[in-house]
Every structure is written in structure tokens, then in C-alpha cells.
């Protein structure tokens, strides 16, 4: 038996873990080290190190009425549940509790597509879907209905979207929690809770309206401890009829305010509906696809020099643009070249010097050719831009000819900043002199990220943080880690999701009103949880037992 929970002796777990096996088989109650040792986090900060976090066991139930009884059993003995959905949680947590010796709730067997409705263009599934298995069935069902996925398509709708995670393609589908319509959760005790409409028993619009009447509670079982998802709904995309790409180039460095302030007109006037990408070629920024690597010693040097206008000059008479910015749009095929020449025109105006690089123009469904194509040279982007899940993300992290030397992981720092090109001047300045004043590694170009615009009306920063296996040097960055979550904070920039090393920083940031939103969701876990057995510490919200003073 690998460990124990905190504060349960031997006698209480082995029961616990009789009764679990009483409830879902024993076949599906693990405890040999060789089977816990799969939910270890291959991506952990601490991995070698006496904090990593490990489960105890894992229990993998086939039903919501086994979660049920597995959720009466761990209050019987208080042991600590942690659940998951496909546990592909890797850069943020893997499948590793955040409390050490929790047993993890594996909710893979609860792997159905309940229902695909192609004329609302809607879907309820159960935890242990994946992104591949909900778009297989809806090629199955032969449905012209699109899915939104992250990158790796191992994931799982519910997984994902409850950790405020995101995807490629059109508006606000791309939000994943934001796009789910309609909740199933198990709560503490035991008893069973339907958000929305699915509050009306045999609700006939559970998938279709996302209020209910009254509070609408669905938010606070995202990020949380408050209960255990048992089936989830999420509003599809009708396929679109075609796709266009676009390139926008400036040449200035202050051109990047234009340049974000008219993408972010399009994005909010539903004129491109696209996930913009931004770039920079000349300060050759990671994920710009523009030409090939540049080895020009000239351009490396001026690189190394703070001669911003020198380096405009350069970029000027190479043609190699400072700032771009992709822009995507799906619809009607006439309809997206009318707003495409209405993009145009409006970069034109507040940017004159602005060039544009017509790109790719596709017409659904692809075939599986053209997917393959779009997929070639890209590092992001590709068959998730129309969601087709894949894994091919991986090439960025596996050794290739750009990384001869991969690490054994990342996690990502990953704060929210806003959608302007000011904003991001600023935190590339705090964040690079952060970086060398901890000592972290960082980009050659100066810049350490330029921000992903998955969201509407915001931009998150993403910086990866590498996992070594060398215990001092993912200690270093541990503490670097912390460190940058108290400067962002102190700029008003707070993180959108973080590894369970980080929970409790990432929380103790958010302290307006002396903690209010701390002690808010402390005061709601006290009320449903009084043993504290849902994923202790998830999101810094720990049970009064095992709170710090
Ligand atoms: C190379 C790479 C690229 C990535 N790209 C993306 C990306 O594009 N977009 C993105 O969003 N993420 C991305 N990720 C992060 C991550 O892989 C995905 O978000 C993944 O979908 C999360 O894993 P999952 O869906 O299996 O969720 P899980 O690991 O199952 O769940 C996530 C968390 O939610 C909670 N939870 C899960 N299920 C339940 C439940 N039923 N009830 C209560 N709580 C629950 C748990 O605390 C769990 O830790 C990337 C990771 C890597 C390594």
C-alpha cells in the first residue's frame, strides 16, 4: 500500500477501501503501487522530492449512484477524494491530487455520449469522454456539428472545461466552461444536484437555457471542491461553410496598439470570429509562423542591442515585420471575403503602412488531405483550428532538430492581462526583468510571451516553466514560480488556472477585501463539506480541519 491518508489509521482506510470495492468491483479499486503510481503527475514540480503530491488508491466507479456511495463511504471515514475526469491534466496537475494521500476518483468507465442534438446544436456527456470519443460520435451520428478542442485531444469536455480550459475555433466556444450549458454534479453529502433547467424534473431545456431560476450556481463547481461532476452539456458549433486566414504585418514597435486595438474591434464586432494569433518575426518570438528560422548574424546582434530604432530599419529593409497578427474568420463563403475586405480596411486606415498576406481558404469538410496539409509547419494551430482533436502538440515538447534537449514536462505561469498593446509592453517589461532578477532563463528577443487572445476581452500570458528532474533546479523555479505570482499581483494581473503546487499563491493573490473571496468560498465549503472530503486544498480552498491559521 503506497501511502496513507493524512490522519486515518490503517484500520479505517483498509475498511474505506473494502467498502469501495463492495461498491464498484474490486477490479476497479487500485491500490498495488504499480497501479497508483499511474496517477502520479509525470509533469510534477516536485517530482523526487519528498512534497511530491501522490494518491493514496484510486476507485473507479461506473454510475452516478456508485459516486454516491463512494462520497457516503469517504465521509463515513473522512478519507479525502479527489476526482477526475480523463486526468490529462498535465502542465496543471496531471491526475495528482492536490492533497497528498487523497484516493483519486476515476471517472473514466463514465465514458458515454448521452445525447447529440444536431438541430440545437448541442451535446450532454459524461466525465470520461474525450474530445476524440465526442467527435467520433458525432461523425458516427454523420451530425454536421463541430467541437471546440485543446490542443491534445485526450482530454475530456467535463475535465477540461471545469478547469477553465480552451480551444481554436469560432467566439465563445473557444471558452469551455463558458460554452457548457446545463450540470449533473454529486455533492458532498452524497445527494444528487441539476443546474439550469435541469432543476425541472424531465426538463426539456436543460441543454438549451443556461439560467435557472434563481442564483445560477454553476460557476462554483468550476476550479472547486464543492462536488463531483457526473454529466455536463456544451453547445456545438454548426459546421461552418468555409475558413479564411489572413496575415496583418506592421512594422514599429508601437504599431502592436493599433494592431491589437482594431483586432479586438473585429473580435468584439463578431467581424472575424477566429482565434487572432499574434507574432513577431523580428524579435523572433516562439509560434510566429512567418519564413523559416532567421540565422543572419546582423539581425542576431541587433537582437542582443537595446537600438530599437536599428532594429525597425532592419525589419524594414528585410521585409521582416515586427509585429502580426493572424486573423481568422468562418461563415458563409461570400460573407467572411466581405469582412475580410472591411478587416482590411480598417488596419488600412489606423495602421497605413499595415501589409496583408492572403493565407489559407478552405471549404468544409475537409478532406483528410487538406487537414493534413494545414496541419504541416504548424506548432499550434492545425486541425484544432476546425476541431479535429489530435496530438501532434507533443512535437513541441519531444526531441526534434528546434529541441534536441527536451525537458520532462512544463507548467505554465499564467496570468491575465488586458487585451491592449500597452498592457503588453508593460508586462513583457516587468516579466523580463522579473525573469533576470530570479535568474530564469529567458528568450533571446527580450519579450518572454506574447499573450494568447483565446478570450474575447482579455489576453493571457503563457510561460512555461521547465520540469528538470533535478530536484534543486524545480525547487528554484518552484520558489521563481511564487515569486512571479506576487509581481503579477502587484500590477493588478491575476492567473486564469495553476498547478496544485501553486494553488494557495495563486489564491492568497486574489485578496481584495481582506481575503472576502477566500473566506466566501471557505464559508460555502464549511456549509456542504463538514469533513472536508472533496479535493482538499483545490484553488487554496481548504476544509476548517486542515486550514492554516
Ligand atoms: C502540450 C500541452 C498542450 C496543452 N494545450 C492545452 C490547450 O490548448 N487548452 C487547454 O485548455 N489545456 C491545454 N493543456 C492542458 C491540459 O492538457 C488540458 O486542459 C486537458 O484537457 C486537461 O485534462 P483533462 O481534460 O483530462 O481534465 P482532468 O485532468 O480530468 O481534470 C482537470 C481538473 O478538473 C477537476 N475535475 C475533473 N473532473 C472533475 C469532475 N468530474 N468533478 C469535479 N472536478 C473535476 C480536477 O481537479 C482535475 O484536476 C495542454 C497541456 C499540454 C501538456
Known sequence: MPILPPGINETDFSAALG???????????????????????????????DEEKLAS???????????????????????????????????YGGSAPVHSGSVVVDLKRMNRVLEIDERNATCLVEPGVSYFDLY????????????????????????????????????????????????????????????????????????????AFGPQLDGIFSQSNFGIVTKMGFWLAPEPEAFREDTVAVYNHDDLIPLV?????????????????????????????????????????LLQTSDRPALERYGREKNIPYWTCNIKTYGPKEVINAQWAHAREKFASSIPEATFTEGEKLEFPLTYEQGEEYQQGRIAGGRVDFGIPNLSIFQIISRTPWNPDPKFGHYYFSPMIPKTGEAIFEASKVFTEAYDQLGLPRPPQGITSLPALYYQRSAMLLMALQVTRNVEVDRKNR????????????????EYR???????????????????LRRFNETIKDAIDPNGIISPGKSGIWPKNMRKA
Open 19 to 49: 467498502q469501495f470495492a463492495e461498491t464498484v468491483g474490486t477490479n476497479w479499486v487500485f491500490t498495488s503501487d504499480e497501479d497508483v503510481a499511474l496517477y502520479r503527475d509525470a509533469y510534477s514540480p516536485f517530482w523526487g522530492s
Open 57 to 91: 488508491a484510486a476507485v473507479a466507479p461506473e454510475s452516478v449512484e456508485e459516486v454516491q456511495q463512494i462520497v457516503r463511504i469517504a465521509n463515513r471515514y473522512r478519507i479525502p477524494l479527489y476526482p477526475i475526469s480523463t486526468g490529462k491534466n498535465y502542465g
Open 136 to 211: 467520433n460520435a458525432i461523425q458516427e451520428k454523420g451530425a454536421k456539428l463541430w467541437i471546440d478542442c485543446p490542443d491534445p485531444g485526450w482530454g475530456s469536455p467535463i475535465g477540461n472545461a471545469l478547469d477553465h480550459g480552451l480551444g481554436y475555433t469560432i467566439g465563445h466556444f473557444r471558452d469551455h466552461f463558458g460554452s457548457h450549458c446545463g450540470m449533473e454534479v454529486v455533492l458532498p453529502n452524497g445527494e444528487v444536484l441539476r443546474t439550469g433547467p435541469g432543476g425541472v424534473p424531465g426538463s426539456k431545456t436543460w441543454q438549451q437555457y443556461q439560467y
Open 261 to 301: 486595438d482594431v483586432t479586438s474591434y473585429l473580435t468584439n464586432s463578431s467581424i472575424s470570429n477566429g482565434l487572432p494569433g499574434l507574432g513577431s518575426p523580428l524579435l523572433r518570438a516562439i509560434g510566429t509562423s512567418w519564413g523559416g528560422p532567421d540565422s543572419d548574424p546582423e539581425h542576431i546582434a
Open 479 to 494: 520558489s521563481a514560480f511564487k515569486e512571479l505570482v506576487k509581481i503579477a499581483a502587484e500590477h493588478g494581473w491575476g
Open 498 to 516: 495553476t498547478p496544485p503546487a501553486f494553488q494557495d499563491d495563486v489564491m492568497n493573490a486574489y485578496s481584495f477585501g481582506n481575503n472576502s
